[in-house]
């Protein structure tokens, strides 16, 4: 596994980075390791102020920090700078409440005396990142497990080395604690080294399906505690009564962020069959606004995928997905030649379960469009995926919005808003999009010690 940093706008080499040495990645173990066990000594109170100053560090630095994600893996900058707020929130999150959720917990509801549940670390954990949001996503396993004083050796996305060492930089610039955050340059195989190091408790990977099945294996012959988060295929549902213009909005915007690429991102619109004329014609109206070209541009509005092969990859998936029946509603599915790395949106129908790539995730601004007569057939659509991680309705009726929610076989749905991780509520999925949860309290305690002390 090589690490380089390629402009996925124009296809020019930045630079080429080294992997690590074994010799080096002993060390790195070592030092991980005496900070776990200095931190069980230390109270919490002594972690939480550098998570204050790393929240600082990011949102002072903002440009600086976006522009790493623009050249690395092509994010629109303006998209980038929400990335770095939000990393910055993330930080801030677990620097405030970090306290609260390690305070021990009274059950005093036994049939013979009391029990105080304590929370606590378990050892090093090996975080292994995509390169999609590659700040958000690390600081959403860092933080917790600062708290927790579990030490993370980070092992980012090949794409996004320069990105990987820029969250470095900010916990260096913090001068947090030896050993508490590492990244690392590492090949597979050294990856599975660690895994099987005892000293390592926990593997959070946040990637592919076929990455998760890897790595859940790895972790799971050595006992080791794992999270998966996965791919999605997630519905966005819009019901009659809603404001099409709106909806077509947002139904864009869910799709057409990140140039697609957000496990979230809705894949596929499920519309009440009453207003899908009307719908159609709203949605390819918001998507011709969208304009590919330099993420650097402020006036750019569609980002370019993240490498050449992210792009070969979709335009694959694409073609195979035309020949087993689907049609093209919407764009131009002729691949765009050249050194750069776009794809042009399309809006596609006429999937069903014949198709080869029913259930596949198509990770870029590709949609799919169903109608759907009832709510009883929504979630006929919806659940007929063996991806569970989100999804999004839009009505006026909340209330009928709860009950299809409630119905979606999904690890977190939104009504009305397009759905994107928040430092206050848990985050993940079921089925073949993983399992745990990352944020808020239940993040903190995946890979917590939770122990009670009987008396
Ligand atoms: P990916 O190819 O699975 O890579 C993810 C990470 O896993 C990278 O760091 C990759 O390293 C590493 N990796 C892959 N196979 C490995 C192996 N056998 N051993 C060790 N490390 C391995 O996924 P991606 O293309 O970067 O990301 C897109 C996927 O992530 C999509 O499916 C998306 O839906 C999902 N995702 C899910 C969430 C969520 O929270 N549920 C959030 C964001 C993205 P290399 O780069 O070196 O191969």
């Known amino acids: 596994m090589s690490y380089a940093a390629v402009n996925p706008y124009n296809g020019q080499k930045i630079r080429d980075f080294d992997n690590v040495t074994d010799q080096q990645l002993d060390i790195i173990l070592d030092t991980a390791q005496d900070f776990y066990k200095q931190s069980q ?3 919490v109170e002594e972690r939480t102020d550098f998570l204050y100053k790393l929240a ?25 700078r929400q990335e770095v707020k939000k990393t910055s929130s993330f930080a801030r999150y677990y620097a405030e409440n970090g306290v609260k959720f390690m305070q021990p917990k009274p059950y005093n509801d036994l049939p013979n005396g009391q029990a105080q549940v304590e929370f606590s670390g378990t050892g090093i954990v090996l975080a292994i990142e995509p390169w999609n949001f590659p700040y958000t996503q690390v600081m959403r396993v860092f933080a917790p497990n600062f708290i927790l004083g579990n030490p993370i050796i980070l092992k980012h996305a090949s794409i ?22 590492t990244n690392i340059f590492a090949d597979y195989d050294q990856i599975n080294r660690i895994i099987e190091d ?28 794992s999270t998966m988060e996965l791919g999605g295929t997630d519905v966005f549902v819009v019901l009659d009564d809603v404001d099409i213009a709106d909806a077509a909005k947002d ?23 009453s207003i899908y004329p009307e719908f159609l014609a709203a949605l390819k109206e918001e998507f011709a606004k969208y304009k590919l070209g330099d ?17 070969q990859q979709l335009q694959t998936q694409v073609a195979k997905v035309i020949a087993g029946g689907a049609k093209v509603l919407y764009g131009n599915p002729t691949p765009i030649s050249g050194d750069g790395a776009g794809f042009s949106p399309l809006i596609l129908t006429g999937m069903d379960e014949k ?13 799919q469009i169903y109608q759907a007569q009832s709510d009883d057939e929504i979630i006929k659509i919806a659940n007929n995926s063996r991806h569970g ?18 119905r979606i076989e999904t690890g977190q749905v939104t009504i009305n808003s397009i759905l994107s991780s928040q430092a206050q509520v848990p985050f993940g999925g079921v089925k073949n999009s993983g399992y745990g949860r990352e944020l808020s309290d239940w993040g903190i305690y995946e890979f917590a010690n939770i122990k009670p002390v009987m008396y």
């Open 295 to 311: 993420p650097l541009d402020e006036n750019t509005t569609l980002a370019p995928l993240s490498s050449k092969k992210a792009q």
């Open 41 to 43: 000594r230390q109270a």
């Open 389 to 406: 991680l989100g999804g999004a309705i839009y009505t006026k009726n909340i209330e009928r919005g709860k009950k299809l929610a409630s």
């Open 56 to 80: 600082d560090e990011f949102e002072q630095n903002i440009e600086k920090y976006a522009r790493v994600l623009s050249t690395n893996m092509g994010k629109l900058l303006t998209e980038a």
């Open 160 to 181: 996004v080395p320069e990105a990987a060492l820029a969250f470095q930089e900010a916990c260096d610039n913090v001068g947090l604690p030896s050993g508490a955050f």
């Open 251 to 273: 139904a864009t915007k869910a799709r057409l962020t990140n140039a697609g690429q957000v496990c979230t991102a809705a894949k596929r619109y499920i519309v009440s069959s």
């Open 355 to 367: 198709n080869p790539m029913f259930e596949e995730e198509l990770f870029g601004p590709v949609a």
């Open 198 to 225: 005892p000293r390592v408790q926990g593997v959070a990977l946040t990637g592919s399906e076929n990455a998760g099945r890897r790595i859940a294996a790895s972790a799971g012959e050595n006992l080791t505690k």
